[in-house]
T-cell receptor, first 114, second 115 residues
Framework: DQQVKQNSPSLSVQEGRISILNCDYT??????FLWYKKYPAEGPTFLIS?????DKNEDGRFTVFLNKSAKHLSLHIVPSQPGDSAVYFC?????????????FGTGTRLKVLA | NAGVTQTPKFRVLKTGQSMTLLCAQD?????MYWYRQDPGMGLRLIHY???????AKGEVPDGYNVSRLKKQNFLLGLESAAPSQTSVYFC??????????????FGPGTRLTVL
């Protein structure tokens, strides 16, 4: 049972436009959500996160939106740049469990076209 | 400060052989994790550790064993490798409870092929 889902395996966007990556989850106990970026032959790197007490968090060109009622989060990248081309993973955790186990989605490959 | 390092970077095994993957971190992190990444499957948690001397099973623990004898090291063992264990393995670590939960640091990965 996939608790965190990224239904779009790939996405292509023109440089300068907005990239929107989506993520759905099924476990209502998750209270902290993260996005990671991964380049080929490298480990994932943390991008941005959001707590369930918020519905939006911004960091420069990156904004994460959380819709708890829909169990959905999205990552917006504006404006998209060729260097943003990578695989993006969303992840979720239940901080109250004390174990900090992270459940990852299957990833979305973003390609930003110059 | 090297962060999270993994040894080796690449390895080819024959079915039935054994090996150990080493993960080391120099950030004094309490929590350490082993994941595997397969095409279309994302990152799946194999085992994790919440402190020196402790380990716990993740989503896909079968066929693997782990040990955390020292706080800075987390070892992943394959006792009898199978082709289904062909994957890219990532180690990660996070700071202690109470600190930022968004700082999960990953190593560069180990690409393992089992023939």
């Amino acid at each position: 049972d996939q608790q965190v889902k990224q239904n779009s395996p790939s996405l292509s966007v023109q440089e300068g436009r907005i990239s929107i990556l989506n993520c759905d989850y099924t476990n209502s106990m998750f209270d902290y959500f993260l996005w990671y970026k991964k380049y080929p032959a490298e480990g994932p790197t943390f991008l941005i996160s959001i707590s369930s007490i918020k519905d939006k968090n911004e960091d420069g060109r990156f904004t994460v939106f959380l819709n708890k009622s829909a169990k959905h989060l999205s990552l917006h990248i504006v404006p998209s740049q060729p260097g943003d081309s990578a695989v993006y993973f969303c992840a979720a955790t239940r901080t109250t469990s004390g174990t900090y186990k992270y459940i990852f989605g299957t990833g979305t490959r973003l390609k930003v076209l110059a | 400060n090297a962060g999270v390092t993994q040894t080796p970077k690449f390895r080819v095994l024959k079915t039935g052989q054994s090996m150990t993957l080493l993960c080391a971190q120099d950030m004094n992190h309490e929590y350490m994790y082993w994941y595997r990444q397969d095409p279309g499957m994302g990152l799946r948690l194999i085992h994790y550790s919440v402190g020196e001397g402790t380990t716990a099973k993740g989503e896909v623990p079968d066929g693997y064993n782990v040990s955390r004898l020292k706080k800075q090291n987390f070892l992943l063992g394959l006792e009898s490798a199978a082709p289904s264990q062909t994957s890219v393995y990532f180690c990660a670590s996070t700071p202690p409870l109470g600190e930022a939960t968004d700082t999960q640091y990953f190593g560069p990965g180990t690409r393992l092929t089992v023939l």
